[in-house]
């Protein structure tokens, strides 16, 4: 596995523990690690033995958006170098949003700008009771990127992603609940735990009925009733056929516990 300066890569028992590790800016994406954690997630991506990615942030923040000290150092920049800079981020945005395995966020601290961004990427996310989110973007006379334009009223509803991101307001770990950003709420100290447990369960349901579940969800705002039922059946004849659903109906004829089982709710919110 290659080694990284700006995050840290460990896979075990099918989970992959990705942390975005420049706590020292509380984890601003740079250019190095914008092109590390793509390189990071294709790796992933071709794995057979990682079931689920579970993104965090190293020293108490998930990630405080771009890094804008280095934009300052950077200097003035024409309009192509900055579109040019701007396929970096899409190359990781991209690498992220077509990960076939579930992606669960855990996030606590800081989640501002490109950082709120990376979560509404994962498929599921947990935050903790100190987290603070914001489409910061606007405060330094910048627009949303890493595919929050796409994102952010999928989750929110349009009207309300226009209020996050004209105001750049933050938001508290329950209000991003009740907004559907988020799934649940925990103790800065149990939120780790949980979301390895739920990374653990859904290491044991199918990979092939995950992987096609979330594309179809995924995509499910961008095509018409007929696409989706074609794309079930599709899905369904692949996963009928697998080795992992024939077991799970042998388990449950013969009254067995079954390979999957999701972990109770410890949620404060």
Known sequence: MAAYETLTVEVEGGVARLTLNRPE??????????AELTDALHMLGTRDDVRVVVLQGAGGNFCAGGDVRG???????????????????????????GLECPVIAAADGVAFGAGFSLLLLADLVLLGERARLSMVFGRV?????????HTLP??????????????ARELD?????????ALEVLPGNELLPRAMA????????SPLALALAKRGLDDAFDIDLGEAMAREANGQALALGSAWHREAVRRFLAKESPSFRWPPSRRSD
């Open 25 to 34: 800016v509380m984890n601003a994406i740079n250019r190095q690690m914008a």
């Open 71 to 97: 934009m300052r150092d950077a200097g003035p920049r024409s309009s192509d170098e900055a579109r040019e800079g701007m396929a970096l981020y899409r190359r990781m945005t991209e690498a992220l949003h």
């Open 141 to 149: 006379g910048l627009i949303p990127d890493c595919g929050a334009l």
């Open 154 to 167: 999928r989750v929110v509803g349009l009207q309300r992603a226009k209020e996050l991101v004209f105001s």
């Open 173 to 181: 770990a329950r209000e991003a609940v009740a907004l559907g950003v």
């Open 198 to 205: 739920m990374a653990a369960a859904l290491g044991q349901a």
